[in-house]
């Protein structure tokens, strides 16, 4: 199955093909949560988790924001209505293998699981081999007014195809992370876990602020789950992070973060070198139980 759906993929976008872009959304949308990103380097496949979808309503499909078709991979239970939602936001390389593994886990706690791909408007993350270009390309302009208004998008697409649009949460990854406090403080979710999400940045056009800017703002509480031994966010960023957290909105003071001590950045990630099976269990239940508290 996975290799027709690259297939049906190529075809789509190789040269000679009519279509233009709409082919190449479609071949995107084809290949939602098949294979994993080659600019995220050698894929570990003795730690790699494989959730399986019997029993799941898994797929993909697409929502209208702005004029522009987001394509998105969902999982949720086989049966049921009104479910509780999570958003679930992808790294820098799009919405791979891993990411739908994430959204099949979390539906087989009983959520409505969507992963949009935030970048599709830039490229396709996938068939990237080098980090650079990918960033330069594809990643550095999507900028934050657009995801954010892509999440809102899909989250009133999930509330008409069986999600409790009064129960949404959202989790994100690395790039995701930041979105998820990003969004917190934008949109109406009960809950939000961020995973190794940067904090503090320059600002830019495409992102004039970071969630230390928007921590005092948020409307759900955020669980910060972080590596000790992450080299591209100090520890300090943190503790500036929860010094604008006690100042804020109730829902900012009940933000928390556990560090994992000498863990380092991508720990989640069971597909990668930097997977740590300790830190990513016990990080895990704690989303699942934070989910569940807030979202109940």
């Known amino acids: ?85 999570v958003l679930v936001v992808h790294e820098i390389f799009g919405v791979h293998e891993h990411i ?16 949009p791909e935030l970048f599709a408007r830039h490229g396709d993350p996938s068939r990237y081999t080098d980090m650079g270009r990918l960033m330069g390309e594809v990643v550095s302009k999507a900028g934050d007014a657009q995801v954010l208004a892509d999440l809102d998008g899909v989250s009133r ?61 948020l409307r759900a509480p955020v669980l910060g789950l972080y590596g000790g031994a992450d080299s591209g966010i100090p520890l300090d960023t943190v503790d500036r992070m929860k010094a604008a957290l006690a100042a804020g909105s109730p829902a900012a003071r009940a933000a928390q973060f556990v560090v994992y001590p000498d863990t380092p950045h991508a720990f989640h990630a069971d597909y990668r070198p930097s997977y740590r099976q300790a830190a990513a269990e016990d990080g895990w239940k ?6 569940r508290i807030h979202l109940a």
Not at 108 to 115: F, H, I, S
């Open 100 to 115: 739908a593994d994430v959204c099949r886990r979390l539906a087989r706690a009983g959520y409505l699981a969507v992963a």
């Open 157 to 217: 697409w999930a509330a008409a195809h069986g999600g409790d649009a009064a129960r949404v949460g959202i989790t994100g990854f690395c790039w995701g992370g930041r979105i998820t406090w990003l969004y917190a403080a934008h949109a109406p979710v009960r809950a939000g876990v961020a995973w190794y999400g940067r904090l503090v940045g320059a600002a830019g056009p495409l992102t004039p602020q970071h969630p230390v800017d928007r921590a005092a703002a």
């Open 286 to 291: 704690r989303c699942l139980e934070w989910l």
């Open 1 to 85: 199955m996975r290799n027709d759906l690259i297939k049906d993929a190529v075809a789509l976008l190789s040269p000679g093909r009519s279509g233009g872009e709409p082919s190449r959304r479609t071949a995107l949308k084809l290949t939602l949560g098949v294979g994993y990103a080659a600019a995220a380097g050698p894929v570990m496949a003795q730690t790699a988790i494989r959730t399986p979808a019997e029993g799941l309503r898994t797929g993909t499909a697409s929502v209208s924001v702005d004029g522009f078709e987001v394509p998105l991979y969902f999982a949720a239970p086989s049966s049921g209505s009104s479910l509780p939602v």
